[in-house]
């Protein structure tokens, strides 16, 4: 694979026209002296420049053997300037570009999979992840791909992510994070043909209490929101504490709808609050954007 692919590839991301006055942040090109602009949070880069920097590092790479870096760089320096509300299906040429060029390496995969998860394309997130090389995948590695593949619902990558994990030896805070994956696909997924998986919901409050004193914050929010979930039903009051709790740690999506899915039969004007809050936080073509306009047309 060589520039003019990734430049194909990159064609539909670099927006011709974001502002009349926009000038590039690292050249100072006007955007009509430019064939392409692309807005970000920290400025604007012109095409030119997204390439520019291609020849000096492609200088050091190819005495070093490493043509797919170089390029990997290139396509993720243009991740870096993604706006976070742009359309998926314009994303994919682009992933598509940079999972060539992942050749297994642990740093590109991580770094590919960090640009998903921030634009809510988990099933990237996931085939990033797991394209390590299983000899090099650390055990935060497999609980990262679990968390995007629970997301996504794929049945038989949890399954074989959990059957890593549990032939690991794994310390106590891996231990607790595989158990709230482990709950939360019992939870989201219903029995199928495909695995299934199964957990004491009531063991999660324990799990809760174990994390506080670990100061591993998402992991407590997590751990607090599937513990809503699983008491929605059997305490609501216990379960509307616990996703406010994890709301404070972090304002999810999901955590918005589950607020919403508990109060909906008590308050439906703050459940309805609780789902446009997750639709303004969601990308709009992400499963929670999904769920949160069905509640809403409900």
């Known amino acids: 694979m060589n520039v003019k ?3 194909k590839g990159l064609h539909g991301l670099i927006n011709g026209d974001p502002s009349e006055a926009a000038t590039c942040t690292f050249c100072g090109a006007h955007r009509r002296e430019v064939a392409r602009i692309m807005e970000g949070s920290a400025g604007y880069i012109c095409e ?21 870096a170089t390029l990997f760089h290139v396509v993720s320096v243009v991740f870096s300037y993604v706006e976070p509300r742009t359309p998926h299906a314009t994303l994919e040429p682009v992933f598509d570009a940079a999972m060539a060029l992942l050749e297994g390496d642990p740093s590109r995969c991580r770094l590919l999979a960090g640009h998903a998860f921030d634009l809510q394309c988990f099933a990237r997130a996931a085939e990033a992840m797991l394209r390590i090389d299983e000899a090099k995948r650390t055990v935060t590695d ?24 549990d032939g690991a030896e794994l310390d106590e805070l891996h231990r607790l994070q595989r158990d709230v994956h482990r709950a939360w696909a019992a939870y989201r997924l219903e029995p199928s043909a495909g695995p299934t998986f199964t957990f004491d919901g009531g063991s999660l ?18 751990a607090l929101e599937v513990a809503a979930a699983y008491e929605r039903t059997r305490d609501r009051a216990a379960a509307l504490r616990r996703v406010e709790e994890a709301l404070a740690v972090e304002a999810r999506p999901s955590r918005h709808i589950l607020r919403g899915d508990i109060l909906v039969d008590r308050d439906p004007k703050a459940a309805r609050a609780a789902w446009e809050s997750a639709l303004a936080l969601a990308h709009p073509d992400s499963v929670w954007a999904v769920r949160a306009r069905a509640r809403l047309s409900a």
């Open 142 to 165: 497999s609980l990262g791909a679990l968390a995007a593949l629970v997301t996504v619902g794929d049945r038989p990558a949890i399954a074989r992510v959990l059957a890593t994990l």
């Open 205 to 222: 409050g324990a799990i809760v209490e174990r994390l506080r004193p670990l100061e591993a914050p998402a992991s407590l929010g997590q």
């Open 5 to 7: 692919t990734i430049r």
């Open 48 to 68: 030119g420049c997204v390439f520019s920097g291609a020849g000096d590092l492609a200088a050091r790479d190819a005495a070093e053997g490493r043509c797919a």
